[in-house]
């Protein structure tokens, strides 16, 4: 992930939409992609993976887009809702045994009613 | 699920004193990781242990160290504390894919 300062960046989406986040990875040898959730408050939270011979895996509600060309990863979370507000990040990850993660600073979604 | 527990969800410590921040897992894990997390800045690793008296330096171990004297439990110490380690800070643990992150402990110090 590539550092964007000391301000978070943040989306406002209205309840019921769509939302898309975005995340820029740094290592082209990358293989394996976390999206992790953080409520304030909480640590971080396991949303959804993606393994690099993969372009997208879907979860309940929640799909992961990875496009290796331009290293860029995105999360996608259907009809938002006010529980899905939060700090997302990105993780990447070239170990062959899934941990030395570099983390992205992070987006911040905030749902409007 | 495997749990990560940090010991304090607050702390508010004094410049110059040494702080011990704990670290407990109950899954067995090999792998427990120290981070620090700062805004717009993500999360840098501090220091990291892949086995019981092991531990490597992550990318700012500056000012820290850690001990690890039993695989469940990882602790962070701030030798002598600073401003400028004024922080949130996240213990993680792994066996295999992915992390399991402990609820935080923001530090203050004044």
């Known amino acids: 992930g590539e550092s964007v300062g000391l301000h978070l960046p943040t989306l406002s989406v209205q309840e019921g939409d769509n939302s898309i986040i975005n995340c820029a990875y740094s290592?082209?040898?990358?293989?394996?992609f976390i999206w992790y959730k953080q409520e304030s408050g909480k640590g971080p939270q396991f949303i959804i993976d993606i393994r690099s011979n993969m372009d997208k895996r879907q979860g309940q509600r929640v799909t992961v887009l990875l496009n290796k060309t331009v290293k860029h990863l995105s999360l996608q979370i259907a009809a938002t809702q006010p529980g899905d507000s939060a700090v997302y990040f990105c993780?990447?990850?070239?170990?062959?045994?899934?941990?030395?993660?570099?983390f992205g600073p992070g987006t911040r979604l905030s749902v409007l009613p | 699920d495997v749990k990560v527990t940090q010991s304090s969800r607050y702390l508010v410590k004094r410049t110059g004193e040494k702080v011990f921040l704990e670290c407990v897992q109950d899954?067995?894990?090999?792998?427990m990781f120290w981070y620090r997390q700062d805004p717009g800045l993500g999360l840098r690793l501090i220091y990291f242990s892949y086995d019981v008296k092991m531990k490597e330096k992550g990318d700012i171990p500056e000012g820290y160290s850690v001990s690890r004297e039993k695989k469940e439990r990882f602790s962070l110490i701030l030798e002598s504390a600073s401003t400028n380690q004024t922080s949130m800070y996240l213990c993680?643990?792994?066996?295999?894919?992915?992390?399991?992150f402990g609820s935080g402990t923001r530090l203050t110090v004044v």
């Open positions: 290592n082209s040898a990358s293989d394996y």
């Open positions: 899954m067995d894990h090999e792998n």
């Open positions: 993680a643990s792994s066996q295999t894919y992915g992390y399991t």
């Open positions: 993780a990447e990850t070239a170990d062959n045994y899934g941990q030395n993660f570099v």
